[in-house]
């Protein structure tokens, strides 16, 4: 089993964090006492890494917080020439952290554009986005936000409802020589205004929200700002238009989906087989084979038959969508379509069949079977009530110098260390195993195997992999270790 991204992710995010502001301090001439605390940081941030087998990104940081504890603890300023050789070592750091984060997700800043003139800045809207590493940039009118989108597109643009159509408008017309800007996450702010958020909707709003100064603002624009699955859509376009099949390449490439393109309706079928599309865009009038007989062909494939089918079309007739729809079409857009429409109508329609097809074969747990709790829990007394073939084997497992650390760690440093000790534990882990955090430094394991025997393996092996490398904890090795117990059904 592939170890789990989540502890590494949280790792790339803290460091990028604390590195930035070892820059900081060596701009302002090391000021005493927030230099020592930021050396302290320094060498937390070298035990995480170490405990997540980052071995990289731990020896560049120690460099740096070696380098930083000679100014700190001798009170002195570096000379021209240290600042230099420190700042190659913080680039050298920055370096190996960036190498563990996926391809493509790096960018050299995170910036979220505000635009409310009627609604002014919200409290508390800045900070929260400041601890999750993203930059609140607010303005007061379109013209100034014009010319921010032209240089630099944010992660996210917040809008107040009534500016909403007028910006969705600028972002597709950006997009024509910046495909990157119908993948921005447009979100409505409509100030508790029922009539204001329907005005939001119309003119293009993927989200509206009533304020932005609520507990779960920021988690919804994360949410938004996020790739909708670790797999990208794929969307396959029909039409005989080269240039229309070129454009929406472009487009939709931009925003993160995979795109096949034909100019041949009957070679659909084959292509469905084949590419595997989460929607299929066609064009309603094609020579040979027109869409609405393409759509019904479709819908008499059992791998097609809840396949998202957009139209796109220059016919602007009621009765030409009508029939689209009539026909098994989901959608109907009319040419010449804006950008942010053409992504967000197959967004929408990819998301709500994945959705429904996770529900429909969902197994608890993430890629690595982390659980919350509480469904973990509830996973064992469904397990526990139903009859099956594999067997079954509830393990508890129990970090035996729990009591310490927790007196010892802050909880953010006891929380990190506890991620190392699972990504161990998980990389011994089948498929269908699950486990979830019971207690500080505790952990429960619900695990199937076809005989019984395979338990006492699997226990030593999650033991000694605990025990037999040392962890990192507040700059010193620390062996630990763990008591297992082990219950069969």
Not at 113 to 118: A, D, E, F, I
Request: hydrophobic residues 45%; negative net charge; aromatic residues 4%.
């Amino acid at each position: 089993m592939q170890p789990s991204l989540i502890p590494i992710a949280a790792f790339v995010e803290k460091a990028r964090a604390v590195l930035v502001e070892t820059q900081r301090l060596m701009a302002a001439d090391w000021p005493n006492e927030p230099t020592q605390t930021h050396q302290d940081d320094l060498a937390s941030l070298a035990d995480y890494a170490g405990n997540l087998g980052l071995t990289g990104a731990h020896a560049a940081i120690l460099d740096v917080y070696a380098y930083v504890g000679v100014f700190a603890e001798g009170g002195r300023l570096p000379s021209a020439a240290q600042r230099e050789e420190l700042a190659a070592l913080i680039q050298l750091a920055q370096d190996r952290v960036l190498e563990q984060t996926p391809a493509g997700r790096v960018a050299s800043e995170s910036v979220v554009y505000l635009l409310s003139p009627g609604l002014g800045e919200p409290a508390g809207l800045e900070a929260a986005l400041r601890q999750q590493k993203l930059l609140l940039v607010a303005f007061t009118d379109t013209s100034t936000l014009t010319d921010a989108l032209r240089s630099h597109l944010p992660e996210a643009l917040l809008v107040e409802a009534r500016l909403v159509a007028a910006v969705a408008e600028l972002l597709d017309e950006l997009a024509l020589s910046q495909p990157d800007a119908a993948r921005v996450p447009l979100i409505g702010v409509d100030g508790g205004d029922s009539a204001a958020r329907l005005q939001a909707k119309l003119g293009g709003a993927d989200l509206v929200l009533a304020q932005l100064d609520g507990p779960s603002v920021v988690a919804r624009i994360q949410e938004l700002m996020a790739p909708a699955s670790a797999e990208p859509f794929r969307v396959l376009v029909v039409d005989d238009d080269v240039d229309l099949c070129a454009f929406c390449e472009v487009i939709l490439g931009r925003a993160g989906m995979q795109v096949q393109t034909t100019s041949r309706p009957e070679a659909v079928l084959e292509l469905v087989r084949s590419f595997r599309p989460d929607a299929v865009l066609t064009d309603l009038y094609m020579p040979g084979l027109d869409g609405l007989s393409l759509t019904s062909q479709l819908r008499q494939q059992v791998d097609a038959m809840v396949l998202p089918i957009v139209f796109l079309s220059a016919e602007h007739s009621e009765q030409a969508r009508f029939q689209a729809i009539q026909a098994g079409g989901d959608d109907f857009l009319t040419k010449p379509v804006r950008p942010r429409l053409l992504v967000s109508a197959l967004r929408s329609r990819i998301k709500r069949v994945r959705a429904l097809s996770k529900q429909l074969s969902r197994r608890p747990g993430d890629a690595q079977g982390h659980m919350r709790r509480g469904a973990f829990l509830e996973e064992v007394r469904e397990v526990a009530q139903r009859a099956g073939v594999q067997e079954v084997a509830l393990m508890v497992i129990l970090v035996d110098q729990a009591r310490p650390l927790q007196e010892r760690l802050k909880l953010s440093v006891a929380h990190e260390l506890e991620q190392a000790i699972a990504l161990r534990l998980s990389r011994h882990f089948s498929p269908g195993d699950r486990y979830c955090l019971i207690q500080e430094f505790g952990f429960a394991v619900l695990a199937e195997r076809s005989q019984r025997e395979e338990f006492l393996p699997l226990a030593e092996a999650l033991r000694a992999s605990v025990h037999q490398l040392a962890f990192k904890v507040e700059g010193e090795d620390q062996t630990l270790t763990v008591s297992l117990g082990l219950s069969l059904a």
